[in-house]
């Protein structure tokens, strides 16, 4: 069974929000790329359009845009994504995770790119809060 933590931000609020994804929702979220638009439905979040902009494996590896596919490879990187160079013109090998949503990754990041007609603090429950009636 595929299981998710999706980690959606809202840049109007500047607030992040946690959820789990699970079962059939998870399942139709595998295969989907960095940049693809996905219905907010399958987060939990009705209405809601989310673009993905990242995440991380079940080892911790980050995803990286311009790597295909859903493997795990090393590159030779000099700076910016998972790695800062204490000094200039140092170059070394790090694994990343390629680009495409997989059974083995375990964190989504996602943006929102489009509301809903309801407000996100009331469709997400938190997990020391109880549903409201």
Same mark, same amino acid.
């Given at each position: 069974m595929v299981e998710f933590k999706a980690v959606i931000n809202d840049g109007k609020s500047g607030k992040s929000y946690q959820v789990d994804v699970t079962g059939h929702h998870a399942n139709s979220l595998i295969g989907k790329k960095i940049g693809d638009i996905v219905d907010?439905?399958?987060?939990? #979040? @009705? +209405?809601?359009?989310?673009?993905?902009?990242?995440?991380?494996?079940?080892? *911790? =590896?980050?995803?990286?845009? %311009? #790597? @295909? +596919?859903?493997?795990?490879?090393?590159?030779?990187?000099?700076?910016?994504? *998972? =790695?800062?160079?204490?000094? %200039?013109?140092?170059?070394?090998?790090?694994?990343?995770?390629?680009?495409?949503?997989?059974?083995?990754?375990?964190?989504?990041?996602?943006k929102i790119t489009a509301l809903g007609a309801k407000p996100i603090e009331d469709l997400i429950v938190k997990k020391d809060e109880a549903p409201k009636q």
């Open positions: 907010g439905i399958f987060v939990g #979040l @009705p +209405g809601y359009k989310l673009q993905v902009t990242g995440g991380s494996d079940k080892d *911790g =590896f980050p995803m990286r845009r %311009d #790597l @295909p +596919g859903p493997r795990r490879k090393k590159l030779l990187v000099t700076a910016g994504h *998972g =790695f800062n160079t204490p000094e %200039d013109g140092l170059r070394k090998k790090k694994s990343f995770r390629g680009n495409a949503i997989a059974p083995d990754t375990v964190q989504l990041n996602m």
